[in-house]
C-alpha cells in the first residue's frame, strides 16, 4: 500500500528523512495535525543538537496525511492494569495501555508492517527508491492524553523492514512537543537512560520481551565507571551519565552534554 507523502522541508543535501504520520485525525481535523507538526519541529529544531545550522541541513521532513474514520485512540485492557476497552476506527490503530502502562502508546505489528511497506517496500512506496537511507516516523495520535512510546531501528522482530524504519508515537495533548523529543531521543538516538518505572520494569520481560532484553545502550551501565548516577532503564540497578536530562524528564532543559554526543554522533553517521 503506498501512501501519499508530502514534502515539508528537504534542504538541498538533506539526507534523514522524518515523516510525521497522522492517526486518528478526521478529515476536517487535519488543520490540527499540521499545526502538531509545527510545534514539534520548533521544539526539535531549537533543541541541542538538532538546533545547530549543520544539523538542520542534515533532516527532510515529510508528512503522511492519512484520515480515519474516527478521532481518538484506543485503549487496550491489560492484566497488569485493567481498563475499559476502547476501539477507535483509526487508520493504524494506535492503542495505549501498552505493557500495562496507560500512557503508553503502541501500534499493532501488521499496521506497522502496512506502514513500513507503504514508505519503503511497496513498488509506489515513496522510499523505494533509497534502499539505503533509513526512514523516521513519528506518528501522531489525536489523543489528549498523556503519553507516547517509542523504538530503535531493528528492535521490532518479524515485521516488515525492522532495520530501516523506527516508530516513535505521541498523543497531542499539552505536553507533546516534550514528549515528542524524548521519545525521539529513544527512536533516533538510541537513548535509553530514562527514568525508574517498577510497572514497566516488572511487566516489560513478560510483554516485551525483544526491547527489555535488548542489551545497554552507550549512555546505560550495569556499574558505575566514575562520576556516574545510579538509576537508569527504569530500574536503580543501573547507571545513567547524567544526573537529569530530557530522557529521564521531560521537563529537563536538554539532553545532557553526554547524551548530546551520542546524538551528534547518530546524526553524522545518518547523514
Not at 21 to 34: E, H, L, P, Y
Not at 57 to 78: A, R
Not at 221 to 238: E, I, L
Request: net charge negative.
Amino acid at each position: 500500500m503506498a501512501f501519499t507523502v508530502t514534502t515539508i522541508l528537504a534542504p538541498a543535501g538533506a539526507t534523514i528523512p522524518i515523516v510525521f504520520v497522522a492517526d486518528g485525525f478526521k478529515s476536517s481535523q487535519m488543520s490540527t495535525f499540521d499545526d502538531n507538526i509545527d510545534d514539534i519541529m520548533i521544539k526539535f529544531r531549537t533543541t541541542a543538537p538538532f538546533n545547530t545550522s549543520a544539523n538542520k541541513g542534515k533532516f527532510q521532513w515529510y508528512k503522511v496525511s492519512k484520515t480515519s474514520v474516527q478521532d481518538g485512540v484506543s485503549i487496550i485492557d491489560h492484566p497488569e492494569n485493567p481498563m475499559t476497552p476502547v476501539t477507535r476506527n483509526t487508520f493504524f490503530k494506535v492503542f495505549r495501555n501498552w505493557v500495562g502502562l496507560s500512557h503508553y502508546y503502541h501500534i499493532p505489528d501488521y499496521n506497522r508492517a502496512i506502514l513500513a511497506s507503504g514508505l519503503l517496500d511497496s513498488p509506489g512506496g515513496f522510499f523505494a527508491n533509497r534502499p539505503d537511507d533509513n526512514v523516521f516516523v513519528i506518528i501522531i495520535s489525536n489523543s489528549s492524553t498523556y503519553g507516547g512510546g517509542a523504538e530503535f531501528l531493528g528492535l521490532m522482530p518479524s515485521t516488515s523492514s525492522p532495520d530501516r524504519m523506527s516508530i516513535c508515537i505521541v498523543g497531542n495533548g499539552d505536553d507533546m512537543t516534550d514528549v515528542a523529543i524524548h521519545e525521539f531521543g529513544h527512536s533516533f538516538g538510541d537513548l535509553d537512560d530514562e527514568y525508574l518505572d517498577s510497572v514497566y520494569a516488572a511487566n516489560a520481560p513478560t510483554y516485551e520481551p525483544d526491547v527489555w532484553f535488548y542489551g545497554n545502550r552507550l549512555n546505560v551501565r550495569d556499574a558505575n565507571p566514575g562520576g556516574w548516577y545510579q538509576g537508569a532503564r527504569y530500574v536503580t540497578t543501573k547507571y545513567r551519565a547524567t544526573y537529569d536530562d530530557l530522557m529521564k524528564n521531560i521537563y529537563a532543559s536538554g539532553f545532557g552534554s553526554p547524551n548530546e554526543a551520542l546524538l551528534q554522533d547518530r546524526i553524522d553517521d545518518e547523514a
